[in-house]
Structure formats: structure tokens, C-alpha cells
């Protein structure tokens, strides 16, 4: 993580145009990315890199007369321990909530993944879509049911869910990264038997929701290898061929414990971990296994937030380095979470 991320806009400083034909389509919506620098100065300096669909033109502002040569030396003094520390490193991330009903907060989640594998991570991104479940069922006048967290699904809403997720949710956003610059690919936990599907102890209430039995990563690995972003959607089948509902967070977890990965990033719709859930300002920074898992016990933590956790504690004593549970309502909360020091919402330890 790097040493601060200020997503704010810089309207009145001088500007230093850079451009690159190779980092020209990592931003597609307009942004302002602010870098402070404050080692080396007496005064407050930044880079803005702004980004418009109109352009292919990335904009270096410092905002004082600072020379270009230096200011560039700055910004990669500060920026290359980080990239060392995560390069060639596999970093999960969780999609869902808020950040795949907005089109700019998509946008953002889509360029910074595509930004994070220019600069050597390996990203994995495994969807949910609730949301748009959510839509097809209404427009078929079926309405959704939830218990514990967790999507009641029978024989007709597990229909749905495969559809969406597998055949439209998924494209949609390989078509994106693809767009965006970089290569990805979609895959259900069917595929190349990804996912090995049980039913959940709770099946006589939940219907066709399941768990993962077993992860084969033998189709990730080449993917991943080779510079690519998979896209796996949480649907999976069991050994008869029997297609279930997974939870995502669940996925991702046991995915990321497959691969070994670095870090596993869940992206909600909520800043974090509360301690009093009703105080935004109660945010919980870092805590351990030990420390969640009363939260728990002392019911601090409920709902959907539950499962969240859970996969979390799962994926940590499978040997994942870090988990995160982070705001998707935020834009750019992944680089945020990767490249800052305090992050942006709870990171949990092992």
C-alpha cells in the first residue's frame, strides 16, 4: 500500500502534459487521481492525472514550479516500493453491491484493475450480481427472498440466477476490461471444473444454495500466468450436475486460498467493519481473526456482513496473507485499499 491516495480534483494548477499510448485507455471516465508528495519538500506538491473520454492525453500537474525532471523522479521514488511489493502478486477482488449499478463506479472498479496488471499484479475478479438478479426477478413477478444473509433460490430463481450471472453479468464485464485495455475472461465455477458445488447444511431453507466442496485452480494458473484477469461468476454445479447459487464473498475466499493469494479485497456497500453499526464514524481499521470473531459473539456484527466475515476468517487460515472488506460506493476504493498505507476499510489478519 502506498503512502496516500487523494482522489480530488486540482483545477488550478499548472499542468505538464505526458502522453502514453499504453496507459491512455486505463482511465475511461473522467478523473482526478492527486498523489501528495511531502518527503522531499517543504510544501505540498501533487500529481494529478486526469483522465477524459475525449482524450488520450494524461495531465501531470505539480503545483508549484517544481522542476518536471524532479517531479518525476518523486513520484516513482515514492511509488516503486509499492509496486515491488505487490508485483507478481495475486490480489482477489470481490465485486458486487453499489459498484455494479453505477456506470462510473463500474468504470472505476474496470480501470483499476486494468491499471493495478499494467503495473504487475495478478487480479482475479469474482461477481456477484445481485442487483440485476434482483431486476429480472421482479420483471417475472418473482419475488426475492433472503435468509441470513444469504439468497433463498428453488428450481425457477436458480434458472435466473444462472442466466444472469453466467450469461450476461460475466460478459458484460470481460467486454469492459477487454475494452479498457487489458485481457480478461470469463468463466462460471463450472468451467474446467472450477468449482465443486455441495449443498449448504441449511439447504432445506436456502433451496439450491451452495457451498464450495473443492477449488481445481488448474485453469486459473495459465490464465493468470500469462498477464490475463479471469472473471468467475459464483455459480458452480456438484458431481451430479446440479447447478447451485454460491455466495460470492464465499468464492472469492476460496479462490483466493486456491491461488495463494497475497491479498482478497471484498467489495461492499458499506465502509468496513462498525463497531456500533449505527456510527459511520466507528469504522474499524485493522483487526485480527481473534478480534472479529468477538465482534461476532458480542452480535457487532450481522446480517450480510456475516458471511463477509466468515469467508474472510476462511480464506486467512488457508494461508491468504490479508483480507479487506472496503466501500465500492467509493471510486477507486481499490486503489485506495492497495495503494495507501491506512486504506480505505477494515483489513483483517491472520
Request: charged fraction near 20%.
Amino acid at each position: 500500500m502506498a503512502k496516500s491516495l487523494n482522489l480530488s480534483p486540482s483545477p488550478s494548477t499548472p499542468t505538464l502534459s505526458l502522453s502514453s499510448s499504453k496507459y491512455s485507455t486505463l482511465l475511461k471516465t473522467p478523473t482526478t487521481l492527486s498523489f501528495p508528495l511531502s518527503r522531499h519538500h517543504s510544501h505540498s506538491h501533487s500529481l494529478t492525472v486526469r483522465s477524459s473520454s475525449s482524450s488520450a492525453t494524461t495531465t501531470a500537474t505539480p503545483t508549484s514550479a517544481t522542476s518536471s525532471n524532479q517531479f518525476r523522479v518523486d513520484i516513482l521514488s515514492e511509488s516503486l516500493p509499492y509496486i515491488q511489493k505487490f508485483r507478481g502478486k495475486t490480489v482477489v477482488v470481490k465485486y458486487g453491491g453499489a459498484a455494479m449499478k453505477q456506470p462510473e463506479l463500474k468504470a472505476s472498479v474496470v480501470s483499476d484493475l486494468v491499471l493495478l496488471s499494467c503495473v504487475g499484479l495478478r487480479p482475479v475478479l469474482v461477481h456477484g450480481g445481485g442487483p440485476e438478479i434482483n431486476h429480472w426477478l421482479k420483471l417475472l413477478n418473482i419475488e426475492p427472498l433472503f435468509h441470513e444473509g444469504l439468497r433463498v433460490t428453488d428450481a425457477k430463481t436458480m434458472e435466473i440466477v444462472s442466466m444472469v450471472l453466467v450469461g450476461k453479468v460475466n460478459k458484460d464485464l470481460v467486454s469492459l476490461i477487454n475494452k479498457a485495455g487489458a485481457t480478461a475472461v470469463g468463466l462460471s465455477g463450472m468451467d474446467g471444473r472450477l468449482l465443486m458445488a455441495k449443498p449448504t447444511h441449511n439447504s432445506a431453507k436456502l433451496g439450491f444454495v451452495g457451498e464450495v466442496a473443492r477449488v481445481d485452480p488448474t485453469i486459473l494458473q495459465p490464465l493468470v500466468n500469462n498477464g490475463h484477469i479471469p472473471v468467475i461468476a459464483s455459480v458452480a454445479a456438484d458431481e451430479l450436475g446440479q447447478s447451485y447459487n454460491i455466495n460470492a464473498d464465499t468464492v472469492a475466499g476460496e479462490v483466493a486460498a486456491a491461488l495463494g493469494a497475497e491479498k482478497l479485497i471484498l467489495l461492499t456497500d458499506v465502509a468496513g467493519i462498525l463497531e456500533n453499526k449505527d456510527d459511520p464514524g466507528s469504522l474499524v481499521r485493522e483487526i485480527d481473526i481473534k478480534g472479529v470473531k468477538k465482534l461476532i459473539e458480542e452480535k457487532k456484527v450481522g446480517g450480510g456482513m456475516i458471511p463477509k466475515v466468515n469467508c474472510c476468517v476462511a480464506s486467512l487460515s488457508q494461508g491468504v496473507r490479508t483480507a479487506s472488506i472496503i466501500d465500492g460506493r467509493v471510486q477507486h476504493s481499490l486503489l485506495h485499499e492497495i495503494m495507501s498505507e491506512e486504506g480505505i476499510g477494515t483489513m483483517i489478519t491472520g
